[in-house]
């Protein structure tokens, strides 16, 4: 039978929610320069500081959503 052969590629399936994993890079690096000319202070604490601060938390929630979508598809079993 071909569906029981180990050989037979399994049909791929788009992963446009990989796209999130760019948000952090986008966060971190790209936005940098536009967060860094500001000078205000959230409490004692530079923005940019804040900034870094919030991005590792959308970072984390972006792979956390990744992780989801894809154990929730079953792509985590496959190679």
Known sequence: MPEDDP??????????HWWL?????????GAIPVVNRDVYLFGSVPLLLVWM??????????IGIVFAVDSRNG?????
Not at 7 to 16: A, H, L, M, N
Not at 53 to 62: D, I, N, P, R, T
């Open 53 to 62: 601060v919030a991005g590792v938390l959308v970072g984390s929630a972006a």
């Open 75 to 79: 792509d985590l079993e496959r190679t």
């Open 21 to 29: 994993l760019v948000l952090p890079f986008v966060w971190c690096i």
């Open 7 to 16: 050989t037979t590629p399994v049909p791929r399936r788009p992963r446009r």
